[in-house]
């Protein structure tokens, strides 16, 4: 049974930096992707940050491509999303997503991911 497991989140300064991870466990993590989701009150879970199963391809997200930078380490089966330079409008809940495919693109949908972790919360002050 595949687990994901968020960790990291908390109340920061606009400004801050946060790093959120996500420990996988139940399968041979070498075989999944995984990504970084986050959903605000009242709005829809939108795509933050993802990498490939060879950890060797990513993609973020253009709204925080700039602040943000995920890393996936397959001897430690975690997945790692760092965080800098942050606004007030980075506040949401952040779940990690994982899917079984060894591919050469990241996925941004949210059906494309197949299992969730229950979520970290961050929230940012102005």
């Known amino acids: 049974q595949v687990q994901l497991v968020e960790s990291g989140g908390g109340l920061m300064q606009s400004g801050g930096s946060l790093s959120l991870s996500c420990a996988f466990s139940?399968?041979?993590?070498?075989?999944?992707?995984v990504a970084w989701f986050r959903q605000a009150p009242g709005k829809e879970r939108t795509f933050v940050a993802g990498i490939n199963s060879y950890g060797r391809i990513s993609h973020v997200a253009e709204s925080v491509k700039d602040r943000f930078a995920i890393s996936k380490d397959n001897a430690k089966n975690t997945v790692t999303l760092q965080m800098n330079g942050l606004k007030p409008e980075d506040t949401a809940d952040y779940y990690c997503?994982?899917?079984?495919?060894?591919?050469?693109?990241?996925?941004?949908?949210?059906?494309?991911?197949?299992?969730w972790g229950q979520g970290t919360q961050v929230t940012v002050s102005s």
């Open positions: 997503g994982a899917e079984e495919a060894r591919r050469m693109v990241v996925p941004t949908a949210t059906d494309a991911y197949d299992y």
């Open positions: 139940g399968g041979r993590f070498e075989n999944f992707g």
